[in-house]
């Protein structure tokens, strides 16, 4: 083999490495262009997320002790009372859908098709 042949082998070799470097560095930038989108997005979500969780937070509860028992008894005997009168409102809307389900009316025209 003469010696330029050499020369030209490692060019050629030297030339393979930067385009297989270059094609690699440019798969890495569109990548890299692309996480930053998707982050700038995630971010978004995440703040809207965090002023949902703000707004959901509730309040702790009242100290009962520096309250006094009056007051814890009237509050505990509204939220009885509350959830009282929603079982009954509750009981009432079952009661209509049976009234409905059950009401000979309901079945005219109907047949048993089993």
């Given at each position: 083999m003469h010696w330029w042949s050499w020369i030209l082998i490692w060019l050629g070799l030297a030339i393979l490495l930067?385009?297989?470097?270059?094609?690699?560095?440019?798969?890495?930038?569109?990548?890299?262009?692309?996480?930053?989108?998707?982050?700038?997005?995630?971010?978004?979500?995440?703040?809207?997320?965090q002023r949902n969780v703000d707004e959901l937070t509730s309040e702790a509860p009242p100290n009962a002790i520096l309250e006094g028992y009056s007051a814890v008894?009237?509050?505990?005997?509204?939220?009885?009372?509350?959830r009282a009168s929603m079982r009954q409102l509750r009981r009432d809307a079952r009661m209509q859908r049976g009234r409905l389900i059950t009401a000979a009316h309901a079945w005219e025209g109907r047949t048993d098709a089993r």
């Open positions: 930067v385009g297989t470097l270059a094609f690699f560095g440019w798969r890495l930038f569109r990548k890299g262009v692309a996480v930053v989108d998707e982050l700038s997005t995630l971010t978004e979500k995440i703040e809207l997320l008894a009237n509050r505990r005997d509204r939220d009885k009372a509350r």
